[in-house]
């Protein structure tokens, strides 16, 4: 299977994490990846700080020698301790490595069934590493292991994934130094030794046995310890045992219950130092009146499903600095007001509808989120908050704002994305401190005009709206950078944008218009417009609204959709342009267009003009064709102009769908860099295949072009391509080929050896790990039955139908039908037999789990019937009738009971026009039913010839 590389942006200092309580290194989440077979093609350009190796990897790494001093993280795969030093003795290449994890068992494997490997002393070589981590079940002996790498004199970390332990390993007590913990598994308690380790400042423990009564004694004792983070917590009964550590600053739980809320607040209030506290889907039912003895807390979070009250003491909470409360909470004391500190209140995801008019008292309040409430109005007591700097209710079902919110003189940022606003709330030319003003999806007809007194905006979102018009002098936002006015109805763009040299990105999507004003072409700050239009059937799912408001997810409006007709003549300005969106004007006027287009001076960028009515491009001008990227999907394009050649950084193009040459080779094609884009060019006439470059660059553009013509099953051209990419390059092409899709495109072009050979390889490949994809593996054996069949070897043929029908297919018809094909009818009988008991097995499974069996009683039926067992077929076929209902499973049915009764002579000659009638009129409600076997035992049935010819004219009539 394909090896990974892993980028990995690793916490590696303490120091760090203790900067924000929330970026406990706890999973590899930050992790992204790649495959480090394709390093010297990037040439690591991304910023490489990880690599996931195997043995297999380690010749690899000579290709980029010089980068290896840029990666401090290293994930070992291995199988023995021979491999594990190996890798160790390669991980001294990495001049600054700081962590490694070694890789173990998958954490459902039995541990009682697995081997431990001993640690190499050659880690002890890597005297920089300040971080591991174990993942799954160890592969090493865990105990012995910590005895080797207490030797490390810069181990600060140790962090132990899904690493089920029932004790935790006496041998920590060596690592001295050790600042970070994850530990879990089975855990029922820690031990007295557990305190001795004093220089422990981060723990995570995960187990949902712990019992805290013992387990807070412990940690009361670490001398320490500052950040404590339990998952999986169960409180069930009483706590009495206080938490009482002096250092401990910050505590998260996620996961868990707690059956006395009154005894656990007793609890961790004993820690008087605590500033953070927060619950994740911890299951409470109330914040209980003691959260107030939590004198020193200065952020409280609280997120989970389960619905809380929250108690009035928590405005006894004189310190705090941040609340924020995710948790269906209806509604807020008015004890909020006593929260004088209070800079940040966060309560989106509630149930709240209104706020206690005490909302009014947080002066030192500076940002407010009331999103995903309930609210129909807005408490005008907010307007009292004048250090606020960002109010955000987003999805809330409000009608109106309170024109008290233009007070809010240092207001930075506003959102009221999908609300049911209907105009913009008085005052707003207030707020010139304003940057961020974002009504995104709400039915506001007119902009004010006092909107262009908002100097200071960088960013205007009036997106999904009901805008007919915008203001004459909206030019005058002259910082504005991003606008985005998709999905309205305007019908015309006023000339003052010229202003807007700021402007950075345009979004007009989907509105009324017909041009757009020349002056948009002075914009030399513009990187993005968006003048595409979307179907109508679209638009109602292009926002967010049906996500955040289930209230009302699809509300009703007006729907227009541009028709760009005319371009302005002159771009020359567009120094910054990146993104040209068209898609969807079908009636645009493509000489004018492409006039503009070849105008713009920007280099590199991305045109997209899917289905625009383009029925010709200019023979000329190309050597102005800056454009990088270039979709013309679904247009009418029957030639390409020679001089395309001439564009100097044209690379991905997407012509599918247009009106090019599809024979020998089908032109209408996509190609994703410019490698392709020659292949493409070869194709077309334009350069000869002697020109493209031998690199190592062009296999992997070759094989690309290769997948997409398997595809599109245009398998002769996928050979050739592959083909041309291993004589290039054979190693690479070899280890980057889908094995698979080679032999099945081999295969349907005739060349069956070779197929053989590919598909032996990826049967190898594709069964050779736990996990086995069905997707492949099936497909695998089946083109390689069927080229053996083509080759005359049946024996070969008949063992892969036979290892497909044990492990992972119902093949035995197949296996039987061969058999039956070189005369060994007693194998075939067994075979038949063999798939009648699976079907039986897999239909009395599906009866107890309650799911539908009739397919698989067909199915059953159709091997009696092959099986020529008739007379068994037409009793059991008799039984079906009494159970079937659906129409599709009952014309089935009457198919098979009659080529059944034809078998065995007593099937009535006068019913057969009517069955053919009965077919005739249900055939379109048959779904998911193949007829290959019949016909595959219609070729090798010993029954008269007048009976198969009776029974093929039934199938031929039932079939698709």
């Known amino acids: 299977m394909k090896r990974t590389l892993l980028l990995f942006l690793f916490l590696s200092s303490v120091e760090l994490l203790h900067a924000q309580f ?8 930050d992790l992204f990846a790649d495959e480090v077979s394709i390093l010297q093609y990037n040439n690591m350009q991304s910023p490489t700080v990880g690599l996931k190796l195997s043995v297999n990897d380690i010749k690899e ?52 069934t697995v081997p431990a490997f001993k640690l190499p002393d050659e880690i002890l070589k890597l005297n920089k590493i300040n971080s591991i981590r174990f993942y799954g079940n160890s592969k090493l002996k865990l105990n012995e292991a910590l005895s080797t790498l207490a030797k490390l004199p810069q181990l600060k970390q140790l962090i132990l994934i899904y690493v089920p332990l029932h004790e935790v390993p006496k041998e920590l007590i060596y690592l001295d130094n050790l600042e970070l913990l994850q530990i879990g598994g089975q855990l029922e308690t820690l031990p007295k030794w557990f305190s001795q380790m004093k220089s422990l400042k981060s723990l995570r423990l995960q187990s949902y046995k712990m019992d805290y009564n013992k387990a807070f004694k412990i940690l009361s004792s670490l001398p320490n310890l500052n950040q404590l983070w339990i998952d999986d917590l169960q409180i069930i009964g009483r706590l009495t045992t206080p938490l009482k550590n002096k250092q401990l600053a910050e505590l998260q739980l996620t996961s868990g219950k707690v059956e006395n809320e009154q005894d656990f607040f007793d609890a961790i209030s004993a820690s008087k130092n605590l500033k953070h506290l927060a619950l994740f889907n911890v299951k409470l039912t109330a914040i209980s009146p003691n959260i107030s003895k939590l004198k020193s807390l200065e952020h409280l979070k609280i997120s989970g499903q389960s619905k809380i009250v929250l108690s009035k003491e928590v405005g ?115 707020l010139k401190k304003l940057t961020t003003l974002d009504f995104n999806d709400n039915f506001i007809i007119q902009l004010p005009n006092a909107i262009t007194d908002l100097k200071n905006l960088k960013s205007l979102n009036f997106s ?23 999905y309205n109805n305007i019908k015309r763009i006023p000339t003052s944008i ?14 009324d218009l017909n041009s757009i004003p020349d002056q948009i072409g002075l914009l030399d700050s513009l990187q993005e417009l968006y003048l595409n239009s979307a179907d109508i059937a679209e638009k109602s799912h292009d926002n967010g609204r049906g996500i955040y408001r289930k209230d009302d997810p699809n509300p009703k409006r007006n729907i227009t959709r541009n028709n760009i007709t005319s371009f302005p003549d002159n771009l020359n300005g567009w120094k910054a342009i990146k993104l040209l969106n068209l898609n969807n004007n079908t009636e645009i006027n493509t000489i004018q267009l492409m006039k503009a287009i070849f105008s713009i001076p920007s280099k590199a960028y991305t045109l997209e003009l899917e ?115 291993i004589a290039i390059n054979d190693s690479l092409a070899m280890s980057r080929i889908f094995l698979g899709n080679v032999g099945e495109s081999n295969y349907q072009v005739g060349n069956y050896k070779t197929a053989i050979d590919y598909l032996i390889k990826a049967i190898k490949q594709d069964t050779s790990g736990g996990i086995r994809i069905m997707n492949f593996v099936i497909p695998d054996f089946e083109f390689r039955a069927k080229s053996y069949l083509k080759i005359g070897d049946t024996l070969n043929a008949i063992k892969d139908y036979q290892t497909l029908a044990k492990n992972f297919s119902d093949s035995w018809g197949d296996v039987g039908i061969l058999y039956k094909n070189i005369g060994k009818q007693k194998d075939a009988d067994s075979a038949f037999e063999s798939g009648i008991k699976k079907y039986k097995e897999q239909i009395d499974h599906f009866r107890k789990t309650k799911q539908p069996t009739e397919m698989h009683q067909l199915s059953l039926l159709e091997l009696m019937v092959i099986k020529e067992d008739f007379s068994r077929a037409i009793t059991y076929a008799i039984e079906l009738e009494r159970e079937f209902k659906s129409i599709q499973h009952k014309t089935l049915l009457r198919y098979l009971k009659a080529s059944a009764e034809i078998g065995n002579n007593t099937y009535n000659l006068k019913s057969k026009y009517e ?46």
């Open 22 to 29: 929330f970026k406990f290194p706890y999973s590899t989440r």
């Open 61 to 112: 790494l000579d290709k980029y020698e010089q980068k290896l001093s840029s990666i401090n993280y290293l994930e070992f795969e291995f199988n023995n301790e021979d491999e594990l030093k190996a890798l160790l003795q390669t991980a001294t290449r990495f001049s600054n490595l700081e962590t490694i994890q070694f890789n173990g068992y998958p954490p459902y494997a039995e541990k009682s």
């Open 316 to 430: 006894n909470l004189s310190r705090l600095l941040s609340l924020d409360i995710e948790s269906k909470v209806e509604e807020i004391p008015t004890t909020i007001g006593k929260l004088k500190r209070l800079t940040n209140l966060y309560l989106n995801y509630n149930s709240l509808s209104f706020l206690p008019d005490e909302i009014g008292e947080l002066k030192n309040l500076k940002y407010l989120e009331l999103s995903a409430n309930r609210f129909k109005k807005l408490n005008p007591n907010i307007g009292k908050c004048l250090s606020l700097i960002e109010l955000k209710i987003s999805a809330n079902p409000i009608e109106c704002l309170p024109s008290t919110l233009g007070n809010l003189t240092n207001l930075k940022v506003l959102e009221a994305q999908h609300c049911n606003l209907n105009d913009v709330f008085a005052n707003i030319e207030n």
């Open 464 to 486: 999904y709206n009901q805008l007919n018009e915008l203001p004459k002098n909206i030019g005058d936002l002259t910082l504005l950078q991003d606008l985005q006015l998709n």
């Open 498 to 511: 010229a202003n807007m040299q700021s402007l950075k990105k345009i979004g007009l999507s989907s509105n």
């Open 611 to 725: 289905n625009c009515g383009i029925g010709e491009l200019p023979k000329s001008g190309w050597q102005n064709f800056f454009v990088k990227s270039l979709d013309l999907r679904d247009n009418k394009i029957a030639e390409i102009p020679h001089e395309i050649v001439k564009a100097p950084y044209l690379s991905e193009i997407n012509l599918n769908r247009n009106k090019l040459k599809t024979s020998p080779n089908n032109l209408n094609q996509y190609t994703a860099n410019r490698f392709e884009k020659a292949l493409w060019f070869v194709d077309l006439g334009m350069i000869t295949k002697d020109d493209l470059p031998k690199t190592d660059s062009m296999v992997l553009a070759l094989l690309s072009k290769g997948d997409n013509h398997y595809y599109r099953k245009e398998f002769k051209a996928a050979v050739e391509l592959t083909n041309a990419a």
């Open 915 to 960: 069955l053919l009638d009965f077919i005739r009129e249900n055939k379109k409600s048959i779904s998911g039913w193949g007829y290959d076997l019949f016909f595959k035992w219609l070729s090798v049935t010993k029954i008269s010839k007048e009976k198969a010819k009776l029974i093929r004219e039934i199938t031929d009539h039932i079939k698709p």
